[in-house]
């Protein structure tokens, strides 16, 4: 199975001989190719994304874990 890192690390090479990305997108891909345990916080990094879209999710769990709540729909008569 392919991540998004090993098929653009696969392809980057190629991909530059007939486009022209800007110095900060070069700087980003690599950083993403590089990227290991450690995070390299890059924009378009998915295994970054995936650590902080984990973690963002599990803060709002823990933050709403205390409160006890009951979801109530009111409804008014058509008139
Ligand atoms: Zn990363």
Not at 10 to 25: D, I
Not at 26 to 42: F, G, V, Y
Not at 49 to 57: E, H, L, T
Request: with cysteine.
């Amino acid at each position: 199975m392919y991540s998004v890192r090993q098929i653009i690390k696969e392809n980057w090479k190629s991909y530059l001989k007939t486009h022209s990305p800007t110095a900060h997108q070069k700087e980003e891909i690599q950083k993403m190719i590089d990227c290991s345990k450690n995070s390299c916080n890059s924009r378009i990094c998915s295994s970054c994304g995936k650590r902080y879209a984990d973690d963002w999710a599990n803060n709002l769990v823990n933050a709403y874990a205390r409160f006890h709540a009951r979801h109530v729909v009111l409804t008014t008569p058509s008139f």
